[in-house]
């Protein structure tokens, strides 16, 4: 069992930044394979990012491409989503998920365990 905490949140003006945090309890975060999701009101929860156990293969959406980077610490079982160049059509609660394996996947259902979400607001 793993269990997922988000942080991080909040309201920010287009072009503004947000570090979000996503710390998993257990001892077996190494063995996970983590992704960031987001979901828009109205909308299908969406890929964001994903990275492999190791660090290693790291994958993006294309929206967020250049302007977010996904990280782990696996020391202190923790994953990051700094979103730098905020836009307000990044407004959406965003979810971290672990998937047991090595290999990152954009597909949600190939996620195992999810957190409860955080807000994140960008206003023009």
């Known amino acids: 069992q793993v269990q997922l905490v988000e942080s991080g949140g909040g309201s920010v003006q287009a072009g503004g930044s947000l570090r979000l945090s996503c710390a998993a309890s257990?001892?077996?975060?190494?063995?996970?394979?983590m992704g960031w999701f987001r979901q828009a009101p109205g909308k299908e929860r969406e890929f964001v990012a994903a990275?492999?156990?190791?660090?290693?293969?790291?994958a993006y959406a294309d929206s967020v491409k250049g302007r977010f980077t996904i990280s782990r610490n696996n020391a202190k079982n923790t994953v990051y989503l700094q979103m730098n160049s905020l836009k307000p059509e990044d407004t959406a609660v965003y979810y971290c998920?672990?998937?047991?394996?090595?290999?990152?996947?954009?597909?949600?259902?190939?996620?195992?365990?999810w957190g409860q979400g955080t807000q994140v607001s960008v206003s023009s």
């Open positions: 257990g001892r077996t975060f190494s063995s996970y394979a």
């Open positions: 990275i492999s156990v190791s660090g290693g293969p790291i």
């Open positions: 998920a672990a998937r047991f394996g090595s290999d990152w996947s954009s597909q949600v259902q190939r996620y195992d365990y």
